[in-house]
């Protein structure tokens, strides 16, 4: 394999694809990059046990190969030769030696051979989906936070993603909160019934997306192609709580409370929380609430005041306030100083709703209250 | 490397290939026998088989092709389907990406040196159990769709160095596998493991390897001559690891060595002080191999003077050159319990291993079989 490329392209390329290099790895082909070159298309490829990220940039490419190269000697070196300039490689299959040279100066590099590194098995019968590039990092932003982080309930470790024709719906759960996000197809209808779990770091990457991606699921993997980019990550292989059934229909109690107000009180009060319960006290009328958090250890107490439309008068409920915290953060990213969420109740121990006051559709938080 | 790389274990062998050819290989095995009689070897054949892209089918067998992708990466033990798990020393990460650069390079040698010799010991120097984090990590493993196409086997060494929690954790995915997927636990010590770990696999015992066959096996791989493989394999228990761990010593300077200690103990009051200083020859430069030698002489020439004891001076021995000294030795002490000499042995092979100071294991394994000896010289018939 032969070819020669410019620096800031490939400094462009190594920084993509370097996330999924693991730091160290009992399965030493994986702190590789796997490069092949094709006429002029370089492919470097990089993989961790659940995911492999691969970018595609154009050289100036002489003869075609596959070899793999030390990533992060390799990416160290690269980042060493500045930002200005070509470097022409050069990698000997038989040898597996990597040559780098530059108008300066010459390294050598012991690889391995391309055959060692891990296959992804082919998309043949896969199930095609457009999404479009501010949906998916919606749909990625808005949900990842509250995947589980608990092995013992494997299916809640990814984000659910379901395809139905109109609509794209993805759901992360903990078991304590829920964050469900819909979005609308565009020209091009989303296939129907395709159902399946993107483990939380595949989607951690898919927050960053800077163009319009297209998702392929098999049975056993999905791809997302961002442009040159693609993200390959293996499913979560579990059934996914049915999420529809802790949604109540019958939440008849609404709060009407400004986003920022609510965000910044919840955050004074919880400096007075107990560390260990994180209970704070939400007591509702009809225009204030009161944002109440007490530890009886330290003896420390504190209280907010903030106006708010209530429908109804002297309701009392409590939460765990990092869970509420984050469901009301990310009820939308910009920074509009105005933003209303509409908070709904039933009872102080049913399921409370979170969404913007004015869209109850595409965005929903569920938190579960605590006792108090 | 094909299934009959495997020495001694066709029975097993042959049994895993036909339970692969009629789809019908349990998704939990526990292979259990003692250490380097191929136990972890015949899981990697497992995985090799179940994994290659084009193996040679037939009605009772398969072997893989040894030339597709698959095998490539199965010869260097890279392939994403196939996870080895054993035990950690204390006070290190559980999960792969919290470890210690040194830990990672220890458990890459491991995989290097088991890929060149399907008998090495997967051991990390220190490593003392088998933790619930491990576990966790390969639970988190299983619950993802496979890299590869293929069957994921993951291999679980020395089953019983799981702490119980770890077992206990591991029930449920032992009980409810994921399809295409077998689990391998191997242990050479089965009676540890927990009932309901042992009940939710399928029992394989792998036997020692016949001694015949480990003399050509050492010859072929010209570790050494015939001669010298004839005089440790009667020491190796039919373990290829203990074999090889024997060929660098000197076998019969060890075993006059250990004579001369049972001879010590067995001496009448002044025996203490020479004891020590024997045992304190035998542990200088803590040589563990040469220790676990020396004990597994012990053992074998119990073992011997007992066979004399019961079946004559005829009887089939290992110490063949040596049946006078063991008449003489059977004649005094041949009613020994030599059951519990021999668990008291086995034991200090594990305190051994578990880095307890040598010299105090040696002496209370002394001190032990001196009383179990004696003891039975007072108890035995007068005939």
């Known amino acids: ?372 | 490397m094909p299934w009959s790389s495997v020495i001694g274990q066709q029975n097993i062998a042959a049994l895993l290939q036909r339970a692969i050819v009629s789809n019908r290989l349990p998704h939990a095995l526990l292979l259990s026998g003692r250490e380097g009689v191929g136990k972890s070897a015949l899981a990697v054949e497992l995985a090799r088989a179940t994994n290659c892209e084009a193996p040679h089918v037939s009605d009772y067998s398969i072997e893989a092709c040894n030339e597709c992708h698959s095998c490539t990466q199965m010869r260097s033990l890279q392939h994403p389907n196939l996870r080895f798990v054993m035990s950690l020393p204390a006070g290190t990460a559980d999960a792969e990406n919290d470890m210690k650069a040194d830990l990672i390079e220890d458990l890459q040698q491991a995989l290097a040196n088991k890929s060149t010799n399907p008998y090495h010991q997967m051991r990390i120097e220190g490593a003392t159990q088998i933790r619930i984090g491990q576990i966790r990590d390969v639970k988190r493993s299983l619950s993802l769709s496979a890299t590869q196409r293929g069957r994921r086997v993951v291999v679980i060494v020395e089953a019983h160095e799981m702490t119980s929690e770890a077992s206990n954790a591991f029930l449920k995915t032992l009980e409810e596998p994921h399809p295409n997927v077998t689990i391998v636990l191997t242990s050479s010590r089965p009676e540890r493991l927990l009932q309901t770990i042992v009940s939710r696999c399928q029992q394989l015992a792998c036997p020692p390897i016949d001694d015949d066959v480990l003399v050509s096996y050492l010859v072929d791989k010209g570790l050494c001559t015939t001669t010298e493989a004839q005089l440790v394999t009667p020491f190796a228990d039919g373990s290829v690891t203990r074999a090889r761990d024997f060929l660098g010593e000197d076998v019969q300077g060890n075993r006059s060595d250990v004579v001369e200690l049972l001879r010590t103990a067995l001496r009448g009051r002044d025996f203490r002080a020479d004891l020590v200083d024997r045992i304190r020859a035998i542990t200088d430069g803590r040589n563990k191999p040469r220790m676990e030698l020396m004990l597994s002489l012990l053992a074998v020439w119990i073992r011997d003077a007992k066979a004399i004891a019961v079946a004559g001076y005829d009887a089939p021995i290992q110490n063949a050159d040596q049946r006078e000294a063991l008449t003489r030795f059977a004649t005094s002490f041949g009613h020994a319990d030599v059951a519990s000499i021999l668990a008291d042995i086995e034991k200090a092979v594990g305190a051994l291993h578990r880095n307890v100071t040598p010299v105090l294991v040696f002496l209370r394994l002394m001190l032990s079989i001196r009383r179990s000896l004696f003891h039975a010289r007072v108890k035995a018939p007068t005939a």
């Open chain 1, 1 to 372: 394999m032969k070819f020669t490329v410019a620096l800031p392209d490939l400094q462009k390329a190594l920084q993509k694809v370097l996330p999924a290099v693991p730091t160290k790895s009992t399965m030493a082909v994986l702190e590789h990059f796997l490069v092949t070159l094709k006429g002029s298309e370089l492919t470097f490829t990089a993989s961790d046990p659940e995911l492999s990220i691969a970018l595609t940039i154009l050289v100036a490419g002489e003869v075609d190969g596959a070899l793999l190269i030390p990533a992060r000697q390799f990416n160290d070196l690269v980042k060493e030769l500045g930002s200005a300039g070509t470097v022409e490689i050069t990698a000997d299959e038989m040898t597996n030696l990597v040559d780098v040279r530059t108008p300066t100066g010459s390294y050598e590099m012991k690889g391995l051979s391309a055959n060692e590194y891990p296959s992804i098995p082919a998309f043949g019968e896969s199930t095609q989906a457009t999404i479009k590039r501010d949906d998916l990092a919606r749909m990625a932003n808005k949900t990842v936070f509250a995947v589980s982080t608990e092995e013992y309930r494997p299916s809640m470790t990814g984000v659910f993603f379901q395809f139905n024709g109109g609509t794209a719906t993805a759901v992360a759960t903990d078991g304590f909160r829920m964050s469900r996000v819909i979005v609308q197809a565009g020209a091009n209808p989303f296939p129907t019934n395709l159902e399946c779990i993107i483990p939380a770091r595949a989607v951690e990457l898919l927050r960053k997306v800077d163009t319009d991606a297209v998702m392929d699921v098999s049975t056993t993997h999905a791809r997302f192609t961002v442009g040159m980019q693609t993200i390959t990550t293996r499913l979560v292989d579990e059934k996914y709580p049915p999420y529809q059934n802790v949604i109540p229909a019958d939440n008849d109690k609404t709060l009407i409370v400004n986003q920022r107000e609510v965000l910044a009180a919840i955050k004074r009060v919880s400096l007075f929380a107990n560390a260990n319960t994180k209970h704070v006290r939400f007591s509702i009328d009809e225009r204030v609430l009161s944002v109440h958090s007490e530890d009886e250890d330290s003896g420390g107490k504190g209280t907010e005041t903030i106006p708010c439309e209530f429908s109804h008068n002297g309701f009392v409920v409590g939460f765990n306030y990092r869970f509420l915290e984050e469901a009301i953060k990310n009820i939308t990213a910009d920074d509009d100083p105005d933003l209303s969420v509409r908070v709904t109740f039933s009872t102080p121990v049913r399921a409370v709703l979170i969404t913007p006051a004015s869209d109850a559709e595409s965005l929903l938080m569920l938190v579960m209250p605590v006792k108090i």
